[in-house]
């Protein structure tokens, strides 16, 4: 959805709009491993925790692209600023935020020590 708004309101084409789709498509397989994350302290084996924990890291990637993408996009753009546009801008700042976090919950001591807090 950011992907119409931001390219709309900037009026002008979304930067590297084979980047974006390939990196929505990956965000989308990575994802359903991602979640596990939030099951660290369960009690699974080491090497399942391993690997959820670099999935977890290795979406990040995918979503620097859509980031930057968004950003050059409303750099190059003459940008119209209307509440829709306000309102994507918004979402991705808490998108980053969030994706911060989500680095952070990704490596299993901190899960381990985060879980059932008000972090997670």
């Known amino acids: 959805m950011l992907s119409m708004i931001i390219p709309t309101f900037a009026r002008r084409r ?3 709009y084979v980047w974006v789709v390939a990196s929505l498509v990956a965000i989308g397989f990575i994802s359903f491993g991602v979640w596990v994350h ?13 690997f959820f924990s670099v999935a977890g890291l290795i ?7 859509q980031i930057f993408a968004w950003t050059g996009t409303l750099w190059t753009g003459r940008p119209v600023w209307r509440t829709p546009l306000l309102f ?3 979402s991705v700042v808490i998108f980053v935020l ?3 976090t989500g680095v952070m919950v990704s490596t299993v001591p901190f899960d381990w ?3 059932d807090s008000y972090f997670v």
Not at 38 to 47: I, K
Request: net charge negative.
């Open 59 to 65: 979406i990040t990637f995918p979503s620097a692209v």
């Open 88 to 90: 994507a801008i918004g």
């Open 98 to 100: 969030g994706g911060i």
């Open 38 to 50: 939030h099951m660290f302290a369960v009690g699974a084996p080491d090497l399942t925790n391993s």
């Open 14 to 16: 979304i930067l590297g």
């Open 113 to 115: 020590q985060a879980t």
